[in-house]
């Protein structure tokens, strides 16, 4: 297991179409995080899981967007009915669950066009 | 609101001088802090962290200091490689909480000049 790994990598659609992003975290992590990056921005907090249970959602999160994690395992990210705004680096996580604080690892991205 | 604060977009450095990113919060509740670096195109990578417990934390090239009274922490990098030149990212999180994200500064593109 060399690490996170996100799939696609780079995705162009067209606005209004749904697009989902797959996530595998490194294997005995249990905490998995979605990140959105724009241009000059860090990342930003989407959701994240331990285990199977999403945890938290930001505000960030509208009702298109949705996230499964349905075996604790690997991860998908849906937004549904895309909009020009949607263009950014989709970031996955993960981390293992530790006492106090532990960093997480990060894939590669995947990088979403709206046109 | 943003919690965390890297005021400098960017920063030059001669290649084997010391490179000093700074990093401010606002959330007295955070209580751990880290460090990524990303290339471009590439997925942020893990660098150092420190624990509120602490005020120094080293490995090799890279130290990070925490000012828990001026909520400041500040990364140093010594010496300083081309290879480090990069966008740093600090992050803070609060554990004790049991609210485990990451919040994010918006980085300082570290030059180092050969």
């Known amino acids: 297991d060399t690490g996170v790994s996100q799939d696609p990598r780079h995705k162009i659609t067209k606005r209004g179409q749904n697009v989902t992003f797959r996530c595998d975290p490194i294997?005995?992590?249990?905490?998995l995080y979605w990140y959105r990056q724009t241009l000059g921005q860090g990342p930003e907090f989407l959701t994240y899981?331990?285990?199977?249970?999403?945890?938290?959602k930001s505000r960030l999160l509208s009702d298109r967007f949705s996230a499964e994690r349905p075996k604790g395992s690997f991860s998908t990210l849906e937004i549904q009915r895309t909009e020009q705004g949607d263009s950014a680096m989709y970031l996955c996580?993960?981390?293992?669950?530790?006492?106090?604080?532990?960093?997480?690892?990060f894939g590669q991205g995947t990088r979403l066009t709206v046109v | 609101d943003q919690q965390v604060k890297q005021n400098s977009p960017s920063l030059s450095v001669q290649e084997g001088r010391i490179s000093i990113l700074n990093c401010d919060y606002t959330?007295?509740?955070?209580?751990?802090f880290l460090w990524y670096k990303k290339y471009p195109a590439e997925g942020p990578t893990f660098l150092i962290s420190?624990?509120?417990?602490?005020d120094k934390n080293e490995d090799g090239r890279f130290t990070v200091f925490l000012n828990k009274s001026a909520k400041h922490l500040s990364l140093h990098i010594v010496p300083s490689q081309p290879g480090d030149s990069a966008v740093y990212f600090c992050?803070?999180?609060?554990?004790?909480?049991?609210?485990?994200?990451?919040?994010f500064g918006t980085g300082t593109r570290l030059k180092v000049l050969a």
């Open positions: 996580a993960s981390s293992l669950v530790g006492g106090g604080g532990t960093e997480a690892f």
């Open positions: 294997s005995e992590h249990n905490r």
């Open positions: 992050a803070a999180s609060r554990t004790t909480s049991g609210t485990y994200k990451y919040i």
């Open positions: 420190i624990s509120s417990i602490k």
């Open positions: 959330n007295s509740m955070f209580d751990y």
């Open positions: 899981f331990q285990n199977e249970a999403q945890l938290e």
